[in-house]
């Protein structure tokens, strides 16, 4: 069984275009999150919703807008795709333990190319 | 960019030998740290966790190490398997606030 699973696995689009990635989590979490990670592997937050509502929005265009249909949910819909786009995205999610610890788990990322 | 310019650290062992990975975190109120590892290819993988509250802890093959007064974290992994071979992320949270924060990243590559 899949935990963390993101749909597609790789898109190639052109720039302007608009695009939406998946994701599923069958762990019962109640928190989701969105990651870039760029061509340096570097890894930064973008999104966090809990029980579909959003707590986490780190500076991020306004071309990227998550959307939670439900808790195990979190869609990541990009308008006017850019050049600059291109990374791997990662969905992620946890469950908070009674003394604020909180493994995130992570799905199997999705490689965005913008061409 | 906070990365723009700079490359992994890299660290390359063969096969039996013991690893160890080195982390600086940035936020003094951190109190969660968490490990994880990257295979090509694939998403960041849970290793181990430690809370501020702890200076070790142990786990199969892996040994997680905080020392808060200088705000360096480690990962020691004993006899290391070519299978270990992936890039390796220490991870910080202040647990207020809930936000992890992913360090650069090192890429460990096991020679058999």
């Known amino acids: 069984d899949t935990a963390v699973s993101q749909t597609p696995k790789y898109l190639v689009t052109q720039m302007g275009n608009d695009k939406s990635i998946k994701c599923e989590q069958n762990l019962g979490h109640d928190t989701m999150y969105w990651y870039k990670q760029d061509s340096k592997k570097f890894l930064k937050i973008m999104f966090s919703?809990?029980?579909?509502?959003?707590?986490i929005n780190e500076t991020v265009p306004n071309r990227f807008s998550p959307k939670s249909p439900d808790k195990a949910h979190l869609n990541l819909h990009i308008n006017s795709l850019e050049l600059g786009d291109s990374a791997v995205y990662f969905c992620?999610?946890?469950?908070?333990?009674?003394?604020?610890?909180?493994?995130?788990?992570f799905g199997p990322g999705t490689r965005l190319l913008v061409l | 960019g906070e990365n723009v310019g700079l490359h992994l650290p890299t660290l390359s062992v063969q096969e039996g030998d013991n690893s160890i990975i080195n982390c600086a975190y940035s936020?003094?109120?951190?109190?969660?740290f968490i490990w994880y590892k990257q295979e090509s290819g694939k998403g960041p993988q849970f290793i181990i966790d430690?809370?501020?509250?702890?200076d070790k802890r142990q786990g199969q093959r892996v040994t997680v190490l905080l020392n808060k007064t200088v705000k360096h974290l480690s990962l020691q992994i004993a006899a290391t398997q070519p299978g270990d071979s992936a890039v390796y992320f220490c991870?910080?949270?202040?647990?207020?606030?809930?936000?992890?924060?992913f360090g650069q990243g090192t890429i460990l590559t096991v020679h058999p």
């Open positions: 919703y809990n029980n579909k509502e959003l707590i």
């Open positions: 991870a910080e949270k202040y647990t207020s606030y809930g936000k992890l924060t």
């Open positions: 992620a999610s946890s469950q908070e333990g009674a003394t604020g610890e909180e493994t995130q788990y």
């Open positions: 936020n003094s109120a951190s109190d969660y």
């Open positions: 430690i809370r501020s509250n702890m």
